[in-house]
C-alpha cells in the first residue's frame, strides 16, 4: 500500500458527486455551473493534485521528523482523547493558516486560486491554488511538537479536507442547530463572498467555533445574496496564470518600486498593499489588490462552439483518467516519469482552456499532444492493473 498515493481514489468519488449535484440542480430546474468555469476549476484542482503528490512526501517527513525526536508530551494513537484533542488541534491550526493566507500579500497568492470562480458549486471544491500546500504545512508542525501521532495527524488532515468538499454547493440551504458551530455550505458561502459585508470572514474548516472566538464570523444574509469570486478580475481560464496572477502582480511591484525597503515589506504587508510609487501604474490590476471593489462586476464567459466544448470534455475526462492514474502510482515512479506525466497533463490543462477561450492556435499542440498522452496512458496500464489487485484487497 505504501507504494501508491490512495489519495488518488478520491478523484472518481469528486467526479461522481459532481455529476449528481449537476443533475438534481437540473431537476430543480436550475442552472449555476458554466462550462468553462467548470473546466477551470478541475484544472486547477487538478493541478493542485499533481503538487499535493510530489509534496506530501516530504512536508510529512519534517512532521515525522520533529515528533520523533522533539516532542514534549506523549499521546497514543489508540486512545479516543487523543484523536479529540487533535480534531480541535488540525481544525484550530487551519483557521490560523486560513487566515494568514487572506491577510497577507504572499499566502494570498498562494490561496487566491481557491477563490477565483465566480460560481459556487462543487467544482469550486476542487478548485485550489497549486501551492497552497507548499506553505500550508508549516502551519501543523507545532502539533508534531505537541506529540500528536503521524498517523492521527494524517487522517484527521485528511477528514478535515474531504468534510470542506460538501461546503461548495448552492444546493444546502442553512441547517438548523449547527449553523454557528460547523461549517456549512451557507457559512462557507459568505467566505466565498466579494461583498464587502462578506470578505474575509468564515474561516472554520469544519469548525466555526474559532471564527465566533476571534471575531470573523458573520452569518449569511437573505436581504445580501453573495456574488462569488475575487474582487479583481481574473479575466482568463489559464489554470498556471490563474495560480500566478497575484504573485506577478507582486513581482511587477517588486520591480517597480523605488525604495528597497518596499520591494521587501510589499511581500509580508496586509493583501491589497502596494508602495505608493505603483499605486498609480496603470497595470492590469491597479491598486488595491484583489480585496475591495466590485459585486456586480460582469463574469469572464468566453462563448465556444459546441464542437469545441465537447472536444474539451473529452479531453478532460482522458487528463482526469491520466491524473488519477498519475497520483495513484507517483511514490512508484521514476523522477523523468513523474515529470513527463506532470508536463503532459499540466499542457493538457491549459490547452483545454485555451480552446475555451478560442485560442485555436492550441489544436497544433493537441495534434502532439493526444498521441503522446495515450502512449503514456498505455505505460501506465500494467501498473495500474496490479495496484488494484493489491489495494482492493487490502480494503
Ligand atoms: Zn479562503
Not at 153 to 160: T, V
Not at 166 to 175: A, F, G, P, R
Not at 326 to 333: E, G, M, N
Not at 341 to 368: H, Q, W
Request: glycine content about 4%; overall charge positive.
Amino acid at each position: 500500500m505504501q507504494d501508491y498515493n490512495i489519495n488518488g481514489l478520491a478523484i472518481p468519488l469528486f467526479l461522481v458527486f459532481m455529476l449528481l449535484e449537476y443533475a438534481l440542480l437540473r431537476l430543480r430546474g436550475q442552472k449555476l455551473h458554466r462550462f468553462n468555469d467548470s473546466v477551470a476549476s478541475l484544472s486547477m484542482g487538478m493541478l493542485l493534485l499533481i503538487s499535493d503528490a510530489l509534496l506530501k512526501a516530504y512536508t510529512f517527513a519534517v512532521f515525522i521528523y520533529l515528533f520523533e525526536h522533539h516532542r514534549v508530551l506523549e499521546f497514543s494513537p489508540n486512545a479516543a482523547v487523543t484523536w479529540l484533542i487533535f480534531f480541535f488541534a488540525v481544525d484550530f491550526c487551519y483557521y490560523w493558516f486560513h487566515r494568514c493566507a487572506h491577510q497577507f500579500n504572499f499566502l494570498w497568492g498562494a490561496h487566491v486560486g481557491h477563490h477565483q470562480s465566480e460560481e459556487y458549486n462543487l467544482t469550486t471544491a476542487l478548485r485550489q491554488s497549486a501551492f497552497q500546500y507548499a506553505f500550508s504545512w508549516i502551519f501543523y508542525l507545532p502539533l508534531a511538537l505537541l506529540g500528536c501521532p503521524p498517523q492521527v495527524f494524517l487522517l484527521l488532515f485528511i477528514l478535515l479536507k474531504l468534510y470542506q468538499f460538501w461546503l461548495h454547493t448552492l444546493l444546502i440551504d442553512k441547517i438548523p442547530f449547527i449553523e454557528g458551530i460547523f461549517s456549512t455550505p451557507s457559512s462557507h458561502r459568505v467566505h466565498h463572498a466579494k461583498n464587502p459585508l462578506y470578505i474575509d470572514k468564515n474561516y472554520g474548516g469544519t469548525l466555526v467555533i474559532w471564527d465566533r472566538l476571534f471575531g470573523s464570523w458573520q452569518p449569511e444574509l437573505t436581504s445580501e445574496r453573495c456574488h462569488y469570486g475575487t474582487t479583481s478580475a481574473l479575466n482568463t481560464l489559464n489554470p498556471v496564470k490563474a495560480n500566478l496572477q497575484h504573485w506577478w502582480l507582486l513581482v511587477q511591484d517588486t520591480i517597480n518600486a523605488q525604495s528597497w525597503r518596499d520591494k521587501c515589506r510589499l511581500w509580508f504587508k496586509p493583501t491589497g498593499w502596494r508602495p505608493k510609487d505603483c499605486r498609480n501604474k496603470t497595470t492590469a490590476n491597479p491598486v488595491p489588490l484583489q480585496k475591495t471593489g466590485c459585486n456586480k462586476r460582469k463574469k469572464y464567459d468566453p462563448q465556444t462552439s459546441l464542437a469545441l466544448k465537447t472536444y474539451v470534455a473529452l479531453s478532460m475526462l482522458m487528463i482526469f483518467y491520466l491524473c488519477f492514474s498519475f497520483i495513484l502510482l507517483s511514490p512508484s515512479l521514476s523522477a523523468m516519469s513523474l515529470a513527463f506525466g506532470a508536463g503532459l497533463i499540466i499542457t493538457g490543462l491549459v490547452s483545454a482552456n485555451a480552446l475555451l477561450e478560442n485560442k485555436l492556435g492550441y489544436l497544433a499542440i493537441e495534434s502532439l499532444r493526444l498521441p503522446v498522452t495515450c502512449y503514456f496512458i498505455a505505460t501506465l496500464s500494467t501498473p495500474l492493473a496490479l495496484a488494484f489487485t493489491e489495494i482492493i484487497p487490502a480494503f
